[in-house]
């Protein structure tokens, strides 16, 4: 079916608000991937998940990102109490298993004011 | 996990060939090598993937040498649409829970 799709496009916020970034995966992938963006910089990876479960959270910047995954469909990266410097462009990737070949998302553009 | 070297940038002329080496000095026996693509905003795109010595598709062809440490990705007759980052990408080929790490990636741009 259709790509990874991901949304919003683009979100303004407010420093101090969270926000929620929500990611679909081709239908049929197991492994769920988050990545983030800076401007003019490489992928930072922050997490993936194997189905609904993410064994490895330790690319989470810190205690104020958290994500989740249910029906091994659909994932939400949230971004509690926003900081300028999570101003990125946010990617979601899957693959049909881990280690696969990886297809991504147009991202969602995160800008913190 | 392998860590990658690539350079930051190269420049090339439409028509040319562009060879863009990365470097993997700790790659594990269970490791692919893997080549993304990524125009500006856009999320990167899959080009060609490898193991061990040559592997080429309609894009591209992926040398790999013997000993693994490095492998080349190269783009035949590059167009101005060619102009993107190029990220190389080694992961490790287990059952068990793993990550795949994304360099900083090579800029290429193409002039006329």
């Known amino acids: 079916g259709a790509g990874v799709s991901q949304s919003p496009s683009n979100k303004v916020t407010e420093k101090g608000k969270d926000v929620e970034l929500r990611c679909d995966p081709i239908s049929g992938h197991t492994a769920l991937y988050w990545y983030r963006q800076r401007l003019g910089q490489g992928l930072e990876f922050l997490i993936y998940f194997q189905g609904n479960s993410a064994p490895d959270k330790s690319g989470l910047p810190s205690d104020r990102f958290s994500a989740e995954r249910t029906g091994e469909s659909v994932s939400t990266l949230t971004i509690q109490r926003t900081q300028q410097e999570d101003s990125a462009v946010y990617l979601c990737?899957?693959?049909?298993?881990?280690?696969?070949?990886?297809?991504f998302g147009p991202g969602t553009r995160l800008l913190v004011l | 996990l392998a860590k990658t070297t690539q350079p930051i940038s190269m420049d090339s002329y439409e028509g040319q060939e562009v060879n863009i080496t990365c470097s993997h000095n700790?790659?594990?026996?269970?490791?692919?090598i893997t080549w993304y693509q990524q125009f500006p905003s856009q999320g990167p795109r899959f080009i060609i993937q490898?193991?061990?010595t040559k592997v080429t598709n309609e894009v591209a062809s992926l040398f790999i040498p013997a000993d693994r440490k490095s492998s080349t990705l190269s783009l035949p007759r590059v167009s101005l649409s060619d102009t993107a980052v190029y990220y190389c990408?080694?992961?490790?080929?287990?059952?068990?829970?793993?990550?795949?790490?994304f360099g900083a990636g090579t800029q290429v741009v193409v002039t006329p």
């Open positions: 700790n790659i594990a026996t269970n490791d692919y």
């Open positions: 490898g193991y061990k």
């Open positions: 990408l080694v992961g490790v080929l287990t059952d068990s829970w793993g990550k795949l790490q």
């Open positions: 990737a899957s693959s049909l298993v881990q280690q696969e070949t990886q297809y």
